[in-house]
């Protein structure tokens, strides 16, 4: 969806993109890499056909992602 603008769920390309900001109250949705005072930014691909939606976390926070979170299955 992100590298071919595809809809995995129905095929259609039309797919459309804006950007939402985490909330600071709640749940932390990138926790050791948002802070205290910092809201995360998030990439959200809409699929406009069928309503499917992805959510990606922005290349500039991978980084922090890989250093700072533990990698699945890892002891």
């Known amino acids: 969806m992100k590298r071919n603008g595809i809809c995995p769920e ?9 950007q939402v900001y985490s909330r600071q109250s709640g749940m932390e949705l990138l926790p050791k890499i ?6 995360v ?3 959200v691909l809409i699929c406009g056909s069928c309503g499917y ?8 926070y991978l980084v922090d992602v ?4 533990p990698k699945l299955g890892a002891a």
């Open 41 to 43: 930014r998030f990439d």
């Open 66 to 69: 890989i250093e700072k979170l």
């Open 53 to 60: 939606y992805r959510l990606f976390v922005p290349e500039d």
């Open 10 to 18: 129905c095929g259609s390309h039309e797919v459309h993109v804006t």
């Open 34 to 39: 948002s802070g205290v005072f910092n809201r």
